[in-house]
């Protein structure tokens, strides 16, 4: 059976989870961690949640994405993965999957020895120049990625709901704009990321209805699960180990720093 999670479904856990006994707060929690789950997976996968195709995989992307993009304690993550791990406990016992990938995915330690990962300049430069030897098609859209989160710090799930009059470039400056809920926050934008948005705009498909920033091959609004492996697949391309978004996220934040104690 091909079933997606959807609110009847969600009832029978609720139901189910009410028999085993657990505690309302404990009901509510998991609860929760399941309908986030499922809106990251279908924001990232065309819409759709067949439980038969989750994979172990796709819990690992999910944690590495509370971590790095949504910036989450072990101990939250760590009790999403418990709630994901019931739910498909349940989902088995009622004939919908036939094992549980969360059991595959370890939890997290609540405390991790090494630092946050940041780049030098020299690591910076092997990274924009492993983007140059990138699809050719990508090149402009992908350095304009890179460098927009390498000088501005914005979190990935930011750059991903960026709109076209969200940037303002005026000669070598601009500004960028973050909207969130009920308040938005201004950025200033340096010389190189004005002229690799300039680039990227110069090439970027108009269609209509789609006012998203970065676009996806397809032509719709690229997701964070895009950005975080194609940051990922240019650092393994220059040769660099344990950079992902994140790490860009902390560079910017060592180059302020620095630029603040000059």
């Known amino acids: 059976?091909?079933?997606?999670?959807?609110?009847?479904?969600?009832?029978?856990?609720?139901?189910?989870?009410?028999?085993?006994?657990?505690?309302?707060?404990?009901?509510?929690?998991?609860?929760?961690?399941?309908?986030?789950?499922?809106?990251?997976?279908?924001?990232?996968?065309?819409?759709?949640?067949?439980?038969?195709?989750?994979?172990?995989?796709?819990?690992?992307?999910?944690?590495?994405?509370?971590?790095?993009?949504?910036?989450?304690?072990?101990?939250?993550?760590?009790?999403?993965?418990?709630?994901?791990?019931?739910?498909?406990?349940?989902?088995?016992?009622a004939g919908l999957m036939r094992s549980n990938p969360a059991t595959e995915v370890d939890l997290v330690r609540d405390a991790d020895p090494s630092p946050p990962r940041a780049l030098s300049p020299e690591e910076i430069a092997c990274l924009l120049q492993a983007v140059n030897g990138g699809r050719p098609s990508l090149v402009k859209r992908d350095q304009a990625i890179i460098r927009v989160l390498l000088y501005t710090g914005i979190r990935v799930r930011e750059l991903v709901e960026l709109r076209l009059s969200d940037i303002e470039i005026s000669g070598d400056r601009g500004t960028l704009t973050i909207r969130g809920d009920g308040e938005?926050?201004?950025?200033?934008?340096?010389?190189?990321?004005?002229?690799?948005?300039?680039?990227?705009?110069?090439?970027?498909?108009?269609?209509?209805?789609?006012?998203?920033?970065?676009?996806?091959?397809?032509?719709?609004p690229i997701s964070t699960r895009s950005v975080q492996r194609l940051v990922s697949a240019y650092a393994k391309a220059a040769g660099l180990e344990g950079v992902s978004a994140q790490a860009l996220r902390r560079t910017y934040s060592r180059l302020q720093s620095a630029i603040r104690n000059l």
């Open 1 to 93: 059976m091909d079933e997606t999670v959807n609110r009847e479904l969600l009832a029978r856990f609720e139901k189910h989870m009410v028999e085993s006994a657990l505690r309302p707060a404990t009901i509510a929690n998991y609860l929760a961690d399941v309908r986030a789950f499922a809106r990251w997976y279908t924001e990232n996968n065309g819409g759709s949640f067949p439980l038969a195709s989750l994979s172990a995989n796709d819990v690992r992307e999910y944690c590495l994405h509370l971590r790095a993009v949504e910036g989450r304690a072990p101990a939250t993550i760590n009790r999403r993965l418990q709630g994901l791990r019931k739910f498909c406990q349940f989902a088995i016992e």
């Open 184 to 220: 938005s926050r201004e950025i200033p934008l340096n010389a190189v990321t004005c002229d690799a948005l300039r680039e990227y705009l110069s090439v970027r498909p108009r269609l209509p209805g789609i006012e998203h920033l970065f676009l996806s091959q397809e032509g719709r």
